[in-house]
């Protein structure tokens, strides 16, 4: 079963990747951008029964070592 985890810096948290992004951005002479927040995805094939099994695996594993949920938070997805 395919499962995305995507992780970004909470609302509030600071993420200087993602500021670096926007000022490489408003350089480009792209305007109106109000922010940027950068994070990372996570594409797990993982042997489940079903995608509550999957899901919750993959929410496991987001909470264990994928993500710090002091400053991150995540989303899993099930792809199938």
């Known amino acids: 079963m395919k499962v995305r ?3 970004l810096p909470k609302s509030g948290v600071l ?3 993602g500021k670096a992004i926007a000022g490489a951005l408003a350089s480009l ?3 109106g951008l109000r922010e940027v927040r950068a994070g990372k995805v996570i ?3 993982l042997d489940a029964a079903d995608e509550a099994q999957a899901r919750a695996t993959a929410e496991e594993m987001a909470r264990r070592l994928l993500a710090n949920t002091v400053i ?3 989303r899993v997805e099930v792809l199938g």
């Open 43 to 45: 594409d797990l094939d």
């Open 29 to 31: 002479g792209y305007a």
């Open 72 to 74: 991150e938070s995540f």
């Open 5 to 7: 985890v995507t992780v």
């Open 15 to 17: 993420d200087p990747e």
